[in-house]
């Protein structure tokens, strides 16, 4: 029976990868193998076919436990439950703050920033702003807003393909490092396996290796030389509002709360979204946004309507996936130590004998995120590990899962954005810009490895 479970996650990982040849929304596949896992459990728990195991390492047989292992079982699928709503809550709350800012054209601020006609400075000032804007907003909206604002700099498709490639490449750099700007690193933070400046101490400075070194490289080949037709006097006010600026500030200073929001309280992360979200929509109920602002368009800068925009089949992603792998979690599968282990702390005892060295398994996790899904990747790997809180082996994981994800376009949430916005080939991001994402990748994991095991001797 044991096998059947894992065979239902095995096709419904492959479904999920194989999104595009199959034009199914992942959502599909991972919900179906959410609720078909947990329901063979739950059919071979009470069949006494196989136990139970929680977060605390208790194990529960139906043959043996009865009505006590029944509430076992009832109070792990909860808490399994409760650990991926506090995700989805913090996410939906995330979501739509930048909704709101984007309702009222906030992002159109950044434009002004972006006022040359040379193609390299013009790739280092959009490289900055998604690393930067990518570790407040997360890397997928930061990638959306920068290939937005890229078409209304650059005319030539070919030419903005390039730009938007390398968007990837930083942003993905840039939500590595920061607790709320990539949902790995989200999973991870809210998990308490990293705290946010553990994070950012451990983090940025690889990741920061991570996006210069292939801007850098960049700068050198041809499509980044000579310049391009910038329209630098073009007024940029006229397509911002009265409350554009305002929304941007707010906005993004109350995502950059959440975290010293919770170093203060110690409440779990989506509390302090919820706060966020309360007083962003508070703001834009009695805002102006335009000189004759009358009830009747109201409607088009509230946050009711930044709510329809969200999109709601991620967030369904997530709950499949993060249930799905929760109920792998959970199966008692195999003795370690003489202890019952779940499937995937034995699949990392497996992969521990097979690869002594735990960095080099970590770093094949970075470049197997470019070929199937970074969150169930890491997912499995907090149900796999028990490092304490900030051990080098979480922030590792959060580099690695968070910029490994660059190689493909497919491999990274900020990758699928734009491949869908900008209708980039497959094939040619593997031949022109795969290269430069491995390069950085490889050349902020050095330096990671560098402080951590040489210098420093982190443990």
């Given amino acids: ?155 030539n498709r070919n030419e903005r393909l390039w730009y938007a490639a390398m968007v990837v490449i930083a942003a993905n750099a840039g939500g590595a490092w920061s607790p709320i700007g990539d949902v790995t690193t989200t999973m991870l933070w809210i998990a308490n396996k990293v705290t946010a400046l553990g994070l950012i101490e451990f983090v940025i400075l690889p990741s920061i290796v991570c996006f210069v070194v292939p801007f850098f490289i960049a700068g050198f080949l041809k499509p980044f030389k000579g310049e391009i037709e910038v329209d630098a006097t073009e007024d940029v006010v006229a397509e911002r509002l009265l409350s554009s600026k305002t929304m941007l500030f707010l906005g993004l200073g109350m995502i950059v709360s959440v975290p010293i929001f919770k170093t203060f309280t110690h409440l779990p992360p989506y509390v302090g979204m919820m706060l966020a979200l309360g007083v962003v929509w508070l703001v834009s109920e009695y805002i102006h946004p335009e000189e004759d602002f009358s009830k009747e368009r109201r409607h088009l800068y509230s946050a009711h309507k930044a709510l329809s925009r969200i999109e709601i089949s991620s967030i369904l992603f997530f709950l499949g996936i993060l249930m799905a792998v929760a109920g792998l979690e959970s199966l008692v599968y195999g003795v370690v130590n003489n202890e019952e282990v779940g499937t995937l702390r034995y699949l990392a005892e497996v992969l521990q004998a097979a690869i002594p060295n735990q960095d080099i398994v970590v770093m094949l996790l970075g470049v197997l995120s470019a070929i199937i899904d970074n969150v169930p990747l890491v997912a499995a790997s907090i149900g796999m590990y028990e490092s304490p809180t900030d051990s080098v082996l979480w922030h590792f994981i959060a580099y690695s899962a968070g910029t490994g994800g660059s190689m493909l376009i497919i491999g990274s949430a900020a990758g699928v954005a734009a491949m869908g916005m900008e209708r980039i080939d497959f094939i040619w991001y593997l031949k022109k810009v795969a290269w430069l994402a491995f390069i950085g990748f490889l050349a902020g994991a050095g330096v990671f490895l560098l402080f951590e095991r040489v210098l420093f001797h982190h443990v």
């Fill in 1 to 155: 029976m044991e096998s059947i479970i894992i065979l239902i996650f095995v096709i419904g990982y492959l479904s999920i990868t194989l999104e595009h040849p199959l034009r199914l929304d992942k959502t599909v596949p991972a919900l179906i193998m959410a609720a078909l896992i947990w329901a063979v459990l739950a059919v071979g728990f009470h069949s006494g076919w196989f136990s139970v195991i929680d977060t605390h390492e208790q194990v529960y047989n139906y043959a043996s436990g009865g009505v006590d292992a029944e509430h076992g079982f009832e109070n792990t699928l909860l808490h399994h439950l409760g650990k991926t709503a506090e995700i989805l809550i913090f996410l939906i709350g995330a979501m739509t703050i930048v909704e709101i800012i984007d309702l009222h054209r906030g992002f159109e601020v950044l434009k002004g920033a972006v006022r040359t006609r040379s193609k390299k400075k013009l790739l280092w000032i959009i490289g900055i702003l998604a690393f930067i804007l990518s570790a407040i907003i997360d890397n997928l909206t930061a990638t959306i807003v920068l290939v937005t604002l890229l078409r209304k700099l650059i005319s």
